[in-house]
């Protein structure tokens, strides 16, 4: 779910640190957005990662 469909973005995984420097997994999820968009010249519903509606790499659907 967490993935976007133009790009390929997904969650990337590192290690949590805390204040006694104990570490234990933790992810980054990116933003994604559930939008109509039009692909292949019909309108659907794609997740979309925020940096590639903002570039404008995605056309909207009305």
């Known amino acids: 779910m967490a993935k ?4 390929g973005k997904g969650v990337t995984f590192g290690i949590r640190v805390s204040h006694s420097h104990r570490r234990s997994n933790r992810q980054w999820k990116p933003n994604v957005r559930r939008v109509k968009a039009m692909v292949e010249g019909n309108p659907r519903h794609v997740n979309v990662c925020t940096r590639c509606l903002r570039s404008g790499k995605v056309e909207r659907a009305v």
């Open 4 to 7: 976007c469909e133009i790009c």
